[in-house]
């Protein structure tokens, strides 16, 4: 495993400080996730914008919540689901809901599970779907916007994934209660 | 294939315009991947945001040629590769290399194989690079 510096405002590079500095004021804290990616301030002030896009994309919390999730389930991020489960009790979304995107067991309403799945489509083959996968998705009330828009919450998840496996991030405290391993496929 | 607009400045949601504008002051013209991407305006912000933050990072215009051509290849992109070899070709980076990339051939330069190898790792292993054991 390569060693992380996990960076505070004094010990980030120069570009990074006022980005901490705004996780902290914003977030109450600066997460450990933000303090690896802070190394390379393109990264972080890239990740911290997405993180805002996505919250501005047309879905709402629970389909904001299936997006992120599935995609760091999927991924095994030992780090973003702790933190996407907090995050998603912080915007009132279904335990139930939680639970079932935690557990990678389909989800009880077929509009979210329909999003569930090209999202997991597009993620395991990498962007190349099928059309009848895009049909499918499209018939569940979706549009174009919304494939589009996944596309945006794999790109961001995908930053934050990978650094995670690559410097093995601690959790942070406030994520603990929701530590979280992979089920067994 | 999913139809999808090729948005122009008057046909775009209104979260675009003003993205797309940006655009055509950049190249002169709405590459069709933003006039795709303009139909979301958050991705299309986004990308813009991030093509910004790859070429003010610390890698150089050889370097961040590796690492855009090196992803499109592997990911077998029939729009990015010819984009990024013209804009490969306009950051003055050398022949050789650009067909070696397009190619999917060893760099003969060892620091940029090497760039080239761990980026090839980290889209094949989804960032599950560097580990003793899989978690």
């Not at chain 1, 450990?32 to 002030?45: F, I, Y």
């Not at chain 1, 999202?119 to 499209?138: M, N, T, Y």
């Not at chain 1, 549009?143 to 994934?161: A, D, R, T």
């Not at chain 2, 003969?108 to 560097?130: C, D, M």
Request: with cysteine.
């Amino acid at each position: 495993m390569t060693q992380f510096t996990l960076h505070s405002i004094e010990s980030a590079p120069e570009e990074s400080k006022a980005l901490l500095a705004d996780s902290l004021k914003t977030i109450g804290m600066i997460p450990n996730l933000h303090a690896v990616m802070a190394e390379a301030p393109g990264l972080l002030d890239g990740y911290k914008y997405m993180t805002s896009l996505v919250q501005k994309s047309s879905f709402n919390a629970e389909e904001v919540t299936v997006l992120w999730q599935t995609i760091n389930v999927e991924h095994g991020c030992h780090y973003c689901v702790p933190a996407h489960t907090a995050i998603a009790h912080m915007m009132k979304v279904d335990t139930q809901l939680i639970d079932a995107l935690r557990n990678a067991e389909p989800l009880k309403n077929p509009k979210l599970q329909a999003l569930h799945e090209m999202i997991l489509a597009i993620v395991r083959q990498r962007g190349q779907v099928k059309q009848e996968q895009v049909d499918s998705f499209f018939s569940a009330g979706y549009q174009k916007q919304q494939l589009l828009e996944i596309v945006l919450g794999v790109s961001h998840k995908i930053m934050s994934n990978y650094v995670n496996h690559m410097a093995e991030t601690p959790l942070d405290e406030a994520f603990l209660p929701f530590a979280w391993e992979k089920p067994a496929q | 294939m999913t139809k999808f607009i090729l948005h122009n400045v008057d046909t775009a949601p209104e979260g675009s315009k003003l993205l797309l504008e940006d655009s055509i002051k950049h190249f002169g013209m709405i590459p069709n991947l933003h006039a795709v991407m303009a139909e979301s305006p958050q991705l299309l912000d986004a990308y813009q945001f991030m093509t910004d933050k790859v070429l003010k990072s610390s890698f150089n215009a050889e370097e961040v040629t590796v690492l855009w051509l090196t992803i499109d290849v592997e990911h077998g992109c029939h729009y990015c590769v010819p984009a990024h070899t013209a804009i490969a070709y306009q950051m003055q980076v050398k022949s050789e290399l650009i067909q070696s990339l397009l190619k999917g051939k060893i760099l003969k330069n060892p620091k940029l194989e090497v760039l080239r190898q761990l980026t090839l790792s980290v889209i094949r292993e989804r960032g599950k690079v560097g580990k003793k054991t899989n978690r």
